[in-house]
């Protein structure tokens, strides 16, 4: 699934959800390595999991943050 990110650094993220997993995450801009490190931690791991330890992160003064979108972007697909 692609997400188009709102509020953050990023601009897009891309991933897949495989037997409920998050598989496969990329974002496009942002933070590099905070990104690629999120990335690699959320792999694998529980949609639901991945949504409640996420949810709700901000950065700096903004409302949101790249691991919220991430939570936003996962509920998005679930619901679909």
Do not use: W, Y
């Not at 690629?36 to 931690?41: V, Y």
């Not at 949609?47 to 700096?60: A, D, N, S, W, Y």
């Amino acid at each position: 699934m692609l997400f188009k990110t709102k509020g953050t650094c990023s601009q897009m993220i891309q991933f897949d959800i495989v037997d409920d997993k998050v598989r496969n995450v990329k974002f496009s801009g942002g933070c590099d390595g905070n990104l690629k490190g999120i990335s690699r931690l959320v792999e694998g791991m529980d949609v639901h999991e991945c949504i409640e330890k996420l949810e709700g992160t901000i950065c700096g003064m903004k409302k949101t943050s790249c691991p919220d979108q991430l939570a936003q972007a996962l509920k998005t697909a679930i619901h679909e």
